[in-house]
């Protein structure tokens, strides 16, 4: 009886010894293998763990309203990726509608864009179309970001617009989306042909 007391003990002590060894590694093993665990790890591959999208949407929409339940905005992609470390999504063939409630919209396109979620501004680029829906004036640009909180948009590149056969070119606007005013920075020339009765 003595010696299984003597035995007892020691059984149960030997068990812990690997479990607290093998819980010890995993701690290791996980402070070396985390991004930006470990300071004295590769610089470059933190960066490239870093820089990978967390999330891959095809063909994505998504909806605001306000505060009254009226749709504001409505911003479609063939493809997202949203980026968490930024807080930003890489948008291909970007479509942004904005409304006003009162049956007034615009419309803007473009090949790429990047949305930065907490400053709600969109930077279109490569081929941004901008419609005024109800005029079918068109605004055409190289590259244009739209604040979506305050609803307007901005190009510092050349912009052209056109409406019916008359257009205007200048070396950047500001557009108030929801008042519908567009404003021509510098070297703006014109081209004005009259409507056909």
Do not use: C
Not at 1 to 18: D, I, S, T, V
Not at 79 to 84: H, P, S
Not at 107 to 125: E, I, K, M, T
Not at 172 to 189: F, P, S, W
Request: hydrophobic share 35%; glycine share 4%.
């Amino acid at each position: 009886m003595q010696a299984l007391r003597e035995q007892g003990p020691r059984l149960m002590q030997k068990p812990l010894l690997p479990v607290f060894v093998a819980i010890m590694l995993v701690l290791l093993a996980s402070y070396y293998w985390r991004p930006g665990g470990n300071p004295d790890a590769d610089p470059d591959m933190i960066k490239r763990q870093m820089a990978l999208a967390q999330t891959y949407v095809e063909n994505t929409r998504s909806w605001e309203y306000n505060e009254q339940g009226v749709l504001s905005e409505v911003l479609e992609a063939s493809r997202m990726e949203y980026f968490k470390q930024r807080d930003a999504s890489e948008l291909e063939q970007p479509r942004f509608y904005s409304h006003d409630g009162n049956d007034r919209t615009w419309s803007a396109s473009a090949d790429r864009g990047l949305y930065r979620h907490s400053a709600g501004r969109l930077r279109l680029n490569h081929n941004v179309v901008l419609n005024n829906d109800q005029t079918n004036g068109k605004l055409e640009s190289a590259a244009m970001t739209i604040n979506v909180k305050n609803n307007t948009a901005t190009s510092r590149v050349p912009v052209t617009i056109t409406q019916n056969d008359s257009s205007m070119r200048a070396d950047g606007m500001v557009a108030d989306l929801n008042r519908e005013r567009i404003v021509m920075t510098k070297n703006v020339e014109s081209t004005y042909v009259p409507a056909r009765p």
